[in-house]
Structures are given as structure tokens and as C-alpha cells.
């Protein structure tokens, strides 16, 4: 089997599992089971990021990828069984209309479509309207508030759609949530295939990175690197409508390295020592890049950075066309590139390269 028949595998089964932010149960009960086997140490810390460990050396190279997904949340039942909901990430309320879904009821998941006034019914000014989410609702083929709650649905239950993760033509796919599980899949993969150095591999796979960073501060805190990557998705703009300078990266072309990210560079911009020696792997190892300046955005990276007294760090980015959608696409080449990449940077970091990176005396 090849390195991205593996990796499509992998993908394949995080994509299809669920777990919008806060909710992130499924994705870290496989988790777990996966890094247990590989892991001198593992745990699940307090806000439910799951924490594996290679042990090495006393320095410690944190690598972060986040679990959760984007969704929706029950938020009112009426009295013929229509459901309306929250959001829980940004979304884009123009593809939700029509979408299938899955609420999650007290005894598993319920099928349900996202519904909206039939458009012959709309008056001309509606129809030219931008559909928010107030005006959306899901049916799950009920006909009463008690039919539905019987169901195990009620509110704050979550909501995921329901897709499954399709290859295409080549080595492109598709389906939901390779925001961040694709990042997830590389970590996972390089850390299972990583051989014990000098330097001790953390990996984190991290919840709530959707609604503000939360895992990413609160474990870098606990585990306290001495230099880190995230592990992420950005946007792939080649298509129909965009200006080439507004691409931001292509697909197919090899993973990113993330300059800055964020209006003005207010989310991340990246530690120059270990873009350098991003770059320097890549150069090495023939593995293609690309330079990732995105103007809105950001990753676990910018939260990591300002751990404690600071934290040398930067990020692989993995190009994904139509992000926080059920349709995300991204190349299984830029995949296999991208955890290349990763295993390159961890072979290449000696105690002395931190050091130096951490700590520059004066003299």
C-alpha cells in the first residue's frame, strides 16, 4: 500500500467521525486508541486535548493539530417538530440551505436536511436576500415538538453534517471536516512513524480551535515546548473568480509555510529560524512548498507562540479548496509532502539548534 493510500485511510476514517467544537468525543476516543500504541506516555488533560509522548531528550517539540470541527447546535423545538440552530464556527450560510445533516439525540445520531421557504413562495426582494442562519431550521420528518424530543433530540444537542470523504479524479478528495482532520492524519502519521531522537516528540491533538484557541493555550501551558509546528489547513483560491494574487496557494503544489497569518499579521507570523529550517528540509528532501501569506485566519500556532516566555514556532499548511463546507478538497500529494515535511523538521532538530533558537545571549 502507498505512504497516500495510508494516508487516505486515515483521513477517511477521522473525516467521517464527529466532533464539533466542545463535542469532540468521537475523534478522541480514536485518538487515544491510536498514539497509545506508539507513545512512551499519553493522557487526556482537563479540557480534553489528548497529549501523546515520544520520549527523548530533555527538550520537548510540540506538534499541534486540532480535532473539532465546525457545526451547529439546537438551539429552540417549535411545536411541529422544526428545528432551529446555533452556529458553532464560522460558516458561510449560503451552502447550508438543502444540506443533510445529523443531530446527535441521547440515543445516537438522528438524520435530518436543512429547510428554508420554498423559493416560489418568496417575494422578488427575498429572493435576492443573503439566507442567514435565523432563517434556516431542520426537519427531521417529525410532525410535533414531542416526536422529536422522543428521538433523544433536545437543545444543545449537536449537529454535524452528513457527508462521507469521496476520492476523485487522481489524487484529489473530498468531504467534510479536512479542517483540520487532514493536519490530524499527518501528525498521527509522523508520530507513528517517528524514530526516538534527542528531542522528545509531543503530539497534541487539540479541541476548540474553531471557537478561539482554547486547546492549544491550555496545553502548551501544561506541556511547556521549546519549539513547535501546527498543523493545518489553508485556503487553496485557484478556481473560477479569483485573481490569481488572491489564491493564497494552489492546490497540488506541495504543502505551505505559513509566513503570517491573520489581517495585517495580527494572528501568527512565523518564528524566521524555523521557517528557515522548514525550508532547508524541503530543499533537501525534493519536497515541493509553498509560501502561505493569508490575510484572515489563524492556527494553534499564534496561541502557541506566546506560551510562558515565548515559543519558537511555525506552521504546516495543507491546501484545501472550499473550506468549512462539506465539499473541502485537498490533493493526497500535498498530504504525503506535508508529513514528509513534518518527519524532516523533527529528524533535523538537535538540542544545540533550540538552544540557539531560544536563546540568543548578548555578548
Do not use: C
Not at 129 to 145: C, F, T
Not at 303 to 324: M, T
Not at 330 to 337: G, P, R, S, V
Amino acid at each position: 500500500m502507498s505512504i497516500q493510500d495510508e494516508l487516505f485511510l486515515l483521513l477517511k476514517k477521522l473525516s467521517e467521525l464527529n466532533g464539533i467544537s466542545g463535542f469532540e468525543d468521537e475523534v478522541r476516543g480514536f485518538v487515544a486508541d491510536y498514539v497509545k500504541m506508539y507513545a512512551d506516555e499519553a493522557f487526556i488533560d482537563s479540557l480534553g486535548n489528548v497529549v501523546a509522548i515520544k520520549k527523548g531528550g530533555d527538550k520537548k517539540f510540540m506538534v499541534a493539530a486540532h480535532m473539532d470541527e465546525i457545526g451547529l447546535v439546537v438551539k429552540f423545538i417549535d411545536d411541529k417538530g422544526f428545528i432551529r440552530f446555533t452556529p458553532v464556527g464560522g460558516w458561510n450560510e449560503k451552502i447550508l440551505p438543502g444540506t443533510r445533516v445529523k443531530i446527535k439525540g441521547r440515543n445516537g445520531w438522528v438524520p435530518g436536511v436543512i429547510g428554508v421557504k420554498p423559493p416560489h413562495l418568496m417575494k422578488p426582494e427575498e429572493a435576492k436576500q443573503v439566507l442567514e442562519i435565523k432563517d434556516l431550521y431542520i426537519d427531521v420528518g417529525a410532525s410535533s415538538r414531542d416526536e422529536v424530543l422522543s428521538l433523544g433530540i433536545e437543545n444543545g444537542s449537536p449537529i454535524v453534517l452528513d457527508v462521507t470523504t469521496t476520492r476523485l479524479f487522481g489524487s484529489r478528495v473530498t468531504g467534510k471536516a479536512f479542517d483540520d482532520r487532514s493536519g490530524l492524519t499527518v501528525a498521527l502519521k509522523s508520530f507513528a512513524d517517528s524514530e526516538p531522537r534527542d528531542v522528545s516528540f509531543v503530539l497534541v491533538a487539540t479541541v476548540q480551535e474553531e471557537v478561539g484557541l482554547k486547546g492549544a493555550k491550555t496545553s502548551a501551558y501544561g506541556v511547556s515546548p521549546d519549539v513547535a509546528l501546527a498543523l493545518d489547513v489553508t485556503t487553496a483560491n485557484d478556481v473560477p473568480g479569483v485573481d490569481p494574487q488572491d489564491a493564497v496557494v494552489k492546490l497540488g503544489a506541495g504543502p505551505a509555510v505559513k509566513i503570517m497569518d491573520g489581517p495585517a499579521g495580527r494572528g501568527m507570523i512565523a518564528n524566521q529560524r524555523v521557517l528557515e529550517l522548514l525550508k532547508k528540509v524541503a530543499a533537501e528532501r525534493n519536497i515541493p512548498i509553498q509560501a502561505e501569506v493569508l490575510p484572515g485566519g489563524t492556527t494553534d500556532a499564534s496561541i502557541i507562540q506566546l506560551n510562558k516566555e515565548g515559543v519558537p514556532a511555525g506552521v504546516i499548511s495543507i491546501p484545501s479548496r472550499y473550506i468549512h463546507s462539506g465539499v473541502e478538497m485537498i490533493d493526497l500529494k500535498d498530504l504525503e509532502n506535508a508529513y514528509k515535511l513534518l518527519l524532516g523538521f523533527y529528524e533535523s532538530l538537535t538540542p544545540s539548534w533550540i538552544d540557539s533558537v531560544k536563546l540568543q545571549k548578548i555578548k
